[in-house]
């Protein structure tokens, strides 16, 4: 069976290449990545972007007061996180799928906030196409911040988790 690391690189490579499909099979295991079929969303996402525009278009005190506002109430805690990112590792969804925090809606969350991870202790679970996928913390560390919610959809490469490495 591959690894989740080898998984990844797969994934990597498929993703810098023009391969639409690809599917690989060995010992009773197999993979199939399939990458064309998310490139509609970003484009309609792009496309209905239409208000920031009309917002550049607006005289020049208004695009002012637009980033004020924003600075002052919703990135006051990114600009912290930002500083303090520099030393942080990022834990990375490997693959597109629903993030889920434990291996059951009974069970207790893997890690929370100021868990101690080792670089093979599991994080959480992203499932994708009906496989639930292990994702290991890869750093020796504690858990400094969990980025999403459980059951939310997250995209290849969303940062999941801030570990502050040991």
């Not at 069976?1 to 498929?14: D, H, S």
């Not at 199939?32 to 996402?45: D, G, H, M, S």
């Not at 695009?63 to 805690?77: C, F, G, I, R, T």
């Not at 991870?117 to 560390?141: P, Q, T």
Request: glycine content about 4%; proline content about 7%.
């Amino acid at each position: 069976m591959l690894k989740i690391q080898e998984i990844r690189e797969i994934i990597k490579l498929i993703d810098q290449s023009s391969v639409d499909e690809f599917s690989y099979e060995y010992e009773g295991s197999k993979i199939e990545l399939k990458k064309n079929a998310a490139a509609p969303q970003f484009i309609q996402q792009e496309v209905q972007q239409p208000a920031p525009q009309a917002v550049q278009q607006a005289p020049a005190p208004a695009p002012v007061q637009a980033e004020a506002a924003p600075s002052q109430a919703e990135e006051s805690k990114p600009a912290e996180a930002k500083a303090d990112d520099s030393n942080l590792h990022k834990i990375t969804s490997p693959m597109v799928g629903t993030f889920y925090q434990s291996s059951s809606p009974d069970s207790d969350a893997y890690v929370k906030v100021g868990s101690k991870v080792d670089d093979s202790s599991v994080v959480c679970i992203v499932e994708a196409m009906k496989l639930f996928n292990e994702i290991e913390a890869e750093v020796k560390g504690e858990i400094v911040e969990i980025l999403v919610k459980d059951g939310q959809l997250v995209e290849y490469g969303q940062p999941l988790f801030l570990v502050k490495p040991e």
